[in-house]
T-cell receptor, first 114, second 113 residues
Framework: DAGITQSPRHKVTETGTPVTLRCHQT?????MYWYRQDPGHGLRLIHY???????DKGEVSDGYSVSRSKTEDFLLTLESATSSQTSVYFC?????????????FGNGTRLTVT | GENVEQHPSTLSVQEGDSAVIKCTYS??????FPWYKQELGKRPQLIID?????GEKKDQRIAVTLNKTAKHFSLHITETQPEDSAVYFC????????????FGAGTRLTVKP
C-alpha cells in the first residue's frame, strides 16, 4: 500500500460547523489531491496541490479550502458544512503529473453532515 | 465541461465468462486513461492504464483498448472469477490540466459462481 493515511476515517458533524480532514503521506510525492465520491458521480476533484503552499481548484471546489504547509500533509477544510457535503472523501498522491502518472488513493474518510 | 461517460452501470456475469466495460471521453487531446478497481469499503486501486500512443495493453486476464478517433476506451476481463466482483472506474487525464483526472461514474461488476 502507498503510504497514505487519512484522518479521521469517519466523522459525523452538524450543519454549519467547520470540519478539517487530514491526509498524510510518507512517499515524499509532490502532488496531492482531494476527491469526493458520491453514487452516480464517480470521483470528482475538489482541490489539488503541486507543492508546499501551491494549491489550485478542481471541478467541485465551492465550499472547500485546502492548505499544504509541509510536503507530507494536505488538509481539506469545510468552513461551514452542509448536508450536500455528506460524502466519502479520498486523498490521492502522485509522484509525477501528466501522462503515465497514476493516482494512489488513501482509505477514505466518510463524512456525514446532519 | 469535460467528462467521461461509462457503461454499463451494473454488469452481472457467470464465473468464467468475459466482462466488458466501455467509456467515452470528450477531450480529444486526452493522453492517459487509467482504470481503477474498488472493492466494497476500500480505496480505488489502479489495475491497468493506457497511454494515447498505444491501441491495446494486456496484463494477464485484463486488457484495455483505446480508439482515439472515436474517443472511447474499454476494459476487458476474461475468465472472470468471484474476486473480480467490485466497482470499476475508468478515468481520463484532461489535456488542459495535467492534474485534472476525470472519472466515469463506475460499473458494479458481479461475478456469480
Amino acid at each position: 500500500d502507498a503510504g497514505i493515511t487519512q484522518s479521521p476515517r469517519h466523522k459525523v458533524t452538524e450543519t454549519g460547523t467547520p470540519v478539517t480532514l487530514r491526509c498524510h503521506q510518507t512517499e515524499n510525492h509532490r502532488y496531492m489531491y482531494w476527491y469526493r465520491q458520491d453514487p452516480g458521480h464517480g470521483l470528482r476533484l475538489i482541490h489539488y496541490s503541486y507543492g508546499v503552499k501551491d494549491t489550485d481548484k478542481g471541478e467541485v471546489s465551492d465550499g472547500y479550502s485546502v492548505s499544504r504547509s509541509k510536503t507530507e500533509d494536505f488538509l481539506l477544510t469545510l468552513e461551514s458544512a452542509t448536508s450536500s457535503q455528506t460524502s466519502v472523501y479520498f486523498c490521492a498522491i502522485s509522484e509525477y503529473t501528466g501522462e503515465g502518472s497514476p493516482l494512489h488513493f488513501g482509505n477514505g474518510t466518510r463524512l456525514t453532515v446532519t | 465541461g469535460e467528462n467521461v461517460e461509462q457503461h454499463p452501470s451494473t454488469l452481472s456475469v457467470q464465473e468464467g465468462d468475459s466482462a466488458v466495460i466501455k467509456c467515452t471521453y470528450s477531450d480529444s487531446a486526452s493522453n492517459y486513461f487509467p482504470w481503477y478497481k474498488q472493492e466494497l469499503g476500500k480505496r480505488p486501486q489502479l489495475i491497468i492504464d493506457i497511454r494515447s500512443n498505444v491501441g491495446e495493453k494486456k496484463d494477464q486476464r485484463i486488457a484495455v483498448t483505446l480508439n482515439k478517433t472515436a474517443k472511447h476506451f474499454s476494459l476487458h476481463i476474461t475468465e472472470t472469477q468471484p474476486e473480480d466482483s467490485a466497482v470499476y472506474f475508468c478515468a481520463a487525464l484532461f489535456s488542459y490540466n495535467n492534474n485534472d483526472m476525470r472519472f466515469g461514474a463506475g460499473t458494479r461488476l458481479t461475478v456469480k459462481p
